[in-house]
C-alpha cells in the first residue's frame, strides 16, 4: 500500500533532523568540533574532598556530601590575638563542672620568660609558635618556684601582666597539687599518687646496687600496671658509664611498689639524693667514687680483693668472690662480649652554633658530644704501655655531677678463674711490689722494641719463647711470675682446661688468649706444655692437630711465652727452633734450700728456729715446693700446741715424710 501523505511528511521532518544534528557536528565550514578529553586515572590536577560519616551502627564511611552538622573552627585569627587560650573540658570531679585540659601560650613575651623559668626541662621548647601543656602540667608544678620567682623580679610592664595571667590561671588549678606536695616535702613523707612530684627530671637520684651507694641522673617517670608486682611508678634513670670508646649515658629502671598511705622518701628503692639524711656525706663518697671511675677508663692492671659481678647459665647476676689479678679494660670485655655492653646517649647535644660551624667538616657527621677517652698522663707508666684504647685524645673531665652519676661497676678479666666480670672502683688497689730480683732485660727489651724486629713475612716471629725445665718444685713457674711482677703487667697462665681436647677447640681458644694477651702486653705461660707440646706420632692424628696449630699460631705470637716441663725430651722438634731461650734448672743445692727455709721463715711466721738449726734443716735434699709444706704442716702443728714454730714441729714432719723418700740428714 503506498505512503500517506502523513507518512512521507514524518520521513522528510526525520531526514531533515538527521542533517542538521550533523551539520551541527561538522561546523558551519564542514570542520569537525573537538572532543572533550577524558583524563588518565589519576593525571587530573586537582584536588577532591571526602568527608566522614557515621551510620546509626557507629559505621564510618566516605562521601563527597559537606557535612552540615558542624561548628564554626574555635581558633582563628580572632583567638590568636590572646596571649593563653585555656582549653577546658568537662569534669567529672564532683567539686567542680570544668577542668582545664590544656594550655596554649601565644604571647611572645610570655615564652621568653619560660625559656629561663623551664630551661633544660625535657620534653619542653619554649620558643615554638604553638607551645602546648597538658594537665596535669607537671613543668610547673616541678618548677613552681622558679616561676614564682620570675614573677616577683620581672619589672611592671607588659610582661609581668602576661606572666601574672600564667600564674593567676595555674595556681587556681594547681594550688591543691603544689600545697600537698609543700607538706610531704616538709615532712618528708610521701604518697604513692604523688610521687611524681618530688621527682623533677634532670636531678640527682640515690639508689644502693649490691649495698653500695649508687647516683643517677632521672630522665623520667610513668604509672603503670606491672605485670608481676600489680599497679607500681617506674623511675627511668641515665647513669654515666663507659663503652671503651667514650663516656655516654646508660638507661636504668627502678620500680617502687604501690603503697597505702605515706611513706618515707628515704626508704623509697630510688628517690632524690637531696632527701638523704646524711647527704652531704653521701655526695662526698659518691664523688671520690667517681674520680675513680673516671680514671680506670681504658686499660689497669691491678690487685682485686672483693666480691664482683657475673652471670649465671641463664644470665641472672650474682656475686663471685674474686681475690687475684685483674684486668680493667672495658674495650676487650665488648669486644670478647659484644651483647653484653649497653647502649650509651651522648652526655649533652651540640649547641646549634656548633653544628652550623661544623657542617662542612667531613668528620662531624653527628649532632652529639661524646667527651673522648684520653691518657692518664698523671698515673705512673710500667714497663709496658699502660693504656691501649683505640682512642687516646684530649678528653673532656667530666663535671662533679657526672661524677656523682657514674655507674659503680667497671668490665674487666680475672686472671685466676679466667672469668669476664663486673668490679666495683673502691676495691682496687695498686700492683704489688715484686717478689725477687730477675735479669728483666730480655723481656722488658721485648715489650719496648718488639716492632723493630721482623721475619720475612711480616708479623711473622716477633714474640719471644722460653722454654724453662727442670724437676718438680725448683722456681720454673715462679720466674714467670716474677718477670710478671716486676714489668708490672698481668701474667696469663693457660692451661689444658682454658683449651679443650679437640683441635677445633684448641684452635678457637688459642686464638682468643693469644689475641687476649697481646692487647694487655702480657706475660703468657704454659705451664706442663708438654701436655700439648708432646713429639708427634703416626699413630695420633688429633693430637698431632693439636701441635701443628701450636706450631703455626705461636710463630705469629707477638709477645713473651713462657714454657715449663720437666718432660724436655718428650717435646716435639719442631719447637727447638721456635724457642729463643731455653734454660735448664738445676736441683736445689744446700746454699739453695738454706735460703728458701730462710725465706719462708721471714714471710711473718712467728718461730723459735736458730740459724743452726736452719742449716741442719738445708741438709735435707727436697724441693722448694716440699720446703713449703712442710712448713705449713709444721705450722699447723704448733697452732695445734698454742705455741711458736721449733725445729721439733719440723723435724716431726720431716720423720713423717722420711717414709715417702724424703730423708732427714744425720
Known amino acids: 500500500m503506498a505512503p500517506t501523505l502523513e507518512q512521507n511528511s514524518a520521513v522528510e521532518i526525520a531526514i531533515t533532523q538527521t542533517d542538521a544534528a550533523r551539520d551541527v557536528s561538522n561546523g558551519t565550514n564542514g570542520e569537525t568540533a573537538p572532543k572533550e578529553v577524558v583524563p588518565k586515572l589519576g593525571m587530573k590536577c586537582d584536588l577532591k574532598n571526602l568527608y566522614q560519616k557515621e551510620d546509626e551502627r557507629g559505621r564510618a564511611s566516605w562521601t563527597d556530601k559537606y557535612p552540615e552538622d558542624l561548628d564554626e573552627a574555635a581558633e582563628n585569627e580572632v583567638t590568636a590575638r590572646y596571649a593563653i587560650l585555656v ?183 630510688a628517690f632524690p639524693l637531696s632527701f638523704h639524711p646524711e647527704q652531704k656525706k653521701i655526695r662526698a663518697q659518691l664523688l671520690k667514687r667517681g674520680k ?31 681475690d687475684s689479678r685483674v684486668i680493667i679494660d672495658t674495650f676487650a670485655y665488648g669486644k670478647f662480649n659484644p651483647n653484653s655492653l649497653k647502649h650509651l646517649s651522648p652526655l649533652k647535644i651540640k649547641s646549634k652554633a656548633i653544628i652550623e660551624d661544623t657542617t662542612n667538616d667531613s668528620d662531624s657527621d653527628s649532632d652529639y658530644e661524646y667527651p673522648d677517652s684520653e691518657t692518664d698522663t698523671d698515673t705512673p707508666t710500667p714497663t709496658t704501655l699502660a693504656n691501649t684504647n683505640p682512642i687516646d685524645i684530649k678528653r673532656t673531665p667530666l663535671t662533679d655531677e657526672q661524677l656523682i652519676q657514674c655507674s659503680s661497676l667497671l668490665k674487666g678479666y680475672t686472671l685466676k678463674t679466667k672469668r669476664w666480670l663486673s668490679f666495683f672502683p673502691s676495691a682496687h688497689s695498686s700492683s704489688p711490689p715484686s717478689q725477687k730480683e730477675l735479669i728483666l732485660a730480655f723481656a722488658s727489651s721485648q715489650v719496648l722494641h718488639s716492632a723493630k724486629f721482623d721475619d720475612v713475612i711480616s708479623g711473622k716471629g716477633r714474640g719471644i719463647i722460653m722454654l724453662l725445665s727442670g724437676g718438680p718444685g725448683i722456681g720454673k713457674t715462679l720466674t714467670a711470675e716474677s718477670v710478671a711482677e716486676n714489668m708490672q703487667v698481668p701474667l696469663y697462665m693457660m692451661s689444658a682446661g682454658d683449651l679443650g681436647i679437640k683441635s677445633s677447640e684448641v684452635e678457637a681458644s688459642l686464638t682468643t688468649i693469644l689475641e687476649m694477651v697481646a692487647k694487655w702486653n702480657a706475660v703468657l705461660l704454659l705451664d706442663e706444655c708438654d701436655v700439648f707440646l708432646e713429639a708427634r706420632s703416626a699413630h695420633d692424628l688429633e693430637r698431632n692437630k693439636i701441635v701443628s696449630i701450636f706450631l703455626r699460631t705461636l710463630e705469629y705470637y707477638e709477645g713473651i711465652l713462657f714454657l715449663t716441663t720437666n718432660r724436655v725430651k718428650n717435646m716435639d722438634p719442631a719447637f727447638q727452633s721456635r724457642i729463643h731461650i731455653s734454660m735448664e734448672y738445676p736441683g736445689l743445692d744446700k746454699d739453695s734450700r738454706m735460703q728458701v727455709w730462710k725465706n719462708f721463715l721471714e714471710r711473718g711466721i712467728e718461730h723459735e728456729i736458730s740459724e743452726g738449726e736452719v742449716e741442719g734443716l738445708a741438709e735435707v735434699e727436697i724441693n722448694g715446693r716440699q720446703i713449703k709444706n712442710v712448713l705449713k704442716t709444721g705450722q699447723l702443728l704448733a697452732c695445734h700446741q698454742g705455741v711458736k714454730l721449733r725445729f721439733e714441729h719440723l723435724k716431726t714432719v720431716l720423720d713423717v715424710e722420711k717414709h715417702s723418700g724424703v730423708e732427714m740428714a744425720s
Open 292 to 322: 675513680l671511675f673516671e680514671h680506670y677508663h681504658g686499660y689497669h692492671y691491678q690487685a682485686y680483693k672483693a666480691f664482683a659481678i657475673g652471670k649465671d647459665m641463664c644470665g641472672n647476676d650474682i656475686k663471685v668472690t674474686v
Open 87 to 269: 582549653r577546658n573540658k568537662k569534669s567529672f570531679d564532683s567539686r567542680k563542672k570544668l577542668e582545664i585540659d590544656s594550655i596554649v601560650v601565644q604571647s611572645p613575651l610570655l615564652k621568653q620568660v619560660l625559656t629561663k623559668v623551664l630551661k633544660d626541662y625535657p620534653g619542653v621548647t619554649p620558643n615554638l609558635n604553638r607551645l602546648i601543656f597538658q594537665a596535669p602540667f607537671n613543668p610547673f608544678v616541678h618548677r613552681w618556684t622558679q616561676l614564682t620567682t620570675a614573677l616577683e623580679e620581672e619589672e611592671e610592664g607588659e610582661t609581668k601582666q602576661h606572666v601574672q595571667l600564667l600564674y593567676t590561671v595555674l595556681e587556681a588549678e594547681l594550688k591543691d597539687t603544689i600545697a600537698a606536695k609543700a607538706d610531704y616535702i616538709k615532712n618528708k613523707v610521701i604518697t604513692f599518687e604523688h610521687l611524681w612530684t618530688i621527682f623533677q627530671p634532670g636531678t640527682t637520684l640515690y639508689s644502693e646496687e649490691w649495698g653500695r651507694h649508687c647516683g643517677s641522673k632521672f630522665n623520667n617517670g610513668s604509672y603503670y600496671e606491672h605485670p608481676k608486682y600489680g599497679p607500681c611508678y617506674g623511675v627511668n634513670t641515665q647513669k654515666v658509664d663507659w663503652d671503651g670508646d667514650k663516656f655516654g649515658y646508660a638507661s636504668n629502671q627502678h620500680i617502687i611498689l604501690a603503697f597505702g598511705g605515706t611513706r618515707s622518701i628515704a626508704s623509697l628503692d
